[in-house]
C-alpha cells in the first residue's frame, strides 16, 4: 500500500511530480483550517507545508503515522521541532533552495536604501522631478557587517567584494578557515563590530538569543549614518528602536523584508521615507520555489523509504562547509550498511567509519545515522534517522568510531564503514556523485553497486567466470557489470558481479556445487 503525504500549501508542481514518481500518493489540501488538520492528519505518514500551516505539537501527536515533516523552504518556525523529535518525526527543509534568492534580495534592499530609490520612483511617478532630494551613498570601500555566515551570509560577502566593499562579521559557529575565506574579518563579540559597520546585514535563524539582540543599546555603538538590511528574520532589530534612531537621525536608512508580527500593514517603520520595506519576499523567485519543492519532494520521499536526510533539522548542527564536504556521503554509507548487513548475516559490535582525503578532518558524524540505516534496517526490521541514530546504537549495542586519513589513494575521498572486520570503501564519481565501491573486504576494485549483484571469493584459477556465465545464463540472469579484485600475496580473488535481477536460492546452490567457493554473497540495495 503506498504511503500518503499531504500537503497543505500551494508547492511547485515539480514537487507533486516527485512524489508521485516515487510511488505516493499525495493528496492536496490548500488553507487547511487548524481543526480539519487535526481530523486528517492521522491518515498521512508525511506532512509538506510552507511558513502558513502551523504544526503544533497537538497536530503532531494527532499524526499518528507521520514519519517526515517537510518544510518546502528553509524556516521551520512553525513546526514544533521538540514535539516532533519526541516523536521520532524527521523535521526537514530545503536549506540551499532559497539562498541565492535571498542573498539577491537583501543585497537589492541595501542598495535601494543607499540610492533612495523607492522614494525617487514615488516622486517621479507623482510627476516630479528632485534630483537634489536624493543624494545617495555609494558602497564601495564601505564597511559591511554581516551577522551570520551561514550559505546566505556567504553569498552575501561574494557579493559585496565585487562592489569593492570591506568585510568584518560575527558568527559564534563560523569557523576562521571560512571566514578567511570569505574575506571576512571575523570578531568575537558583537560590540566590537557594530562602531566600525557602514552597513549592516543580518543572516541568522531565530533563537531566543537573535530575537531582539538589536535593540537601543546595540544601536548607540553604531556608526551615524548607518544602513541596516534585514532579510533573515523578524524582530532581530526592535523595530520601535529602529524607529526611535531613524527619527533622531543616528541611522540612515533600513530595508527590511521580516517583521515581528506578520502579516505587517502597520509598523513604526511605515512612516518613513528611508525605509525600504518589503512583505517577507526575499525567497519569493520562480527559481527559488521551484528548488525548494524539488528539493523537499526528494527530502521527503527518502525519509519515507528509510533513508537518511541530510537536512533534517532536529539532529546536531552541521556547519554548511561540513554538509556540503560530507552530506553527499550519507546516501552511500547507507547503501554500505546494507551491504555489509548482507554479508555479515548479523549485527555488529563495533562499527568504525574512516573517512579519507579531502573529507580528512571533517565531522564525519553525520554519516553515523547512513551507516545505521542500512545496517539495522536490513537485519534488524528498525527505522534510523538523525533523530535518533545514537539511541539506536546503544540499543543494538554498537560502538560506533569516527577516524580519518589523509590518503585515499588515487581518489579525492572515500569513506570506508567496517563493521567487525568485514569493510566497505567507496567513493563519488561524477556531477550526479554517484556510489562507486572501491574496496571490499580487503581487495581493491572499482565498480558501481547495482540493485542486485553476486559476490564471489575464491581460490584465482582460469575458467572460474565461465563456470559462473554458464549457470546464470542457463538461468536467464544476465552479468550487467564485474569487477575482479585481487590481494597482493593471495592467492584469492573477489569478483562484484551486478546482475539484471534477484538470483534465487536454486541457482546460488548450484553456483556453490559447481565451484570451490570461500564465499558466495546475493546482494539487494
Known sequence: MAKKVLV?????????????????????????????????????????VRSATK??????EAGSKLKVI??????????????????GIVVCNAPTSNIVSAAEHAFALMLAAARNIPE????????????????????????????????????????????????????PYCSPERADSLGVALYDRIEDVLPLADFITVHLPKTNETIGMFGPDEMALMKDGVILVNAARGGIFQEKALADFMAAGKIRAVGVDMFEEEPCTASPLHEFDRAVLTPHIAAVTEEAQRRAGEQIAQYVAAGLSGSIVPTAINMAPVPPEVMDAVGPYVPACQMMGKMIAQMSG?????LKIVSAGTLAGCDASILTAGALDGLLTYRASVKVSPVNADAMAKRHGIKVELASEPDAHEYASTVTLDA??????????GPSQTPRITALRGYRIDIVPAAHALVFEYVDRPGRIGTIGTILGEAGVNITTMQIGLKPGDEHAIVYMNVSEEVSDEVMDRLRSAMDLKNLWKISL
Open 346 to 350: 548479523e549485527i555488529p559490535s563495533k
Open 420 to 429: 567487525d572486520g568485514v569493510a566497505v570503501s567507496c567513493t563519488l564519481a
Open 70 to 87: 517537510g518544510r518546502a523552504g528553509v524556516g521551520v518556525d512553525n513546526i514544533d521541532i521538540a514535539a516532533a523529535t519526541e516523536r
Open 8 to 48: 497543505t500549501e500551494k508547492v511547485a508542481e515539480e514537487c507533486i511530480t516527485i512524489l508521485k514518481e516515487k510511488g505516493l500518493e499525495v493528496d492536496i489540501s490548500l488553507k487547511t483550517p487548524p481543526e480539519e488538520l487535526l481530523r486528517i492528519i492521522p491518515g498521512y505518514d508525511a506532512l509538506v
Open 120 to 171: 525617487a520612483n514615488a516622486f517621479m511617478k507623482s510627476g516630479q522631478w528632485a534630483r537634489h532630494r536624493f543624494k545617495g551613498v555609494e558602497l564601495y570601500e564601505k564597511t559591511l557587517a554581516i551577522f551570520g555566515l551561514g550559505r546566505i551570509g556567504g553569498l552575501m560577502a561574494e557579493r559585496a567584494r565585487g562592489f569593492g566593499m570591506k568585510l568584518v562579521g560575527y558568527d
Open 55 to 60: 504544526v503544533t505539537r497537538e497536530v503532531i
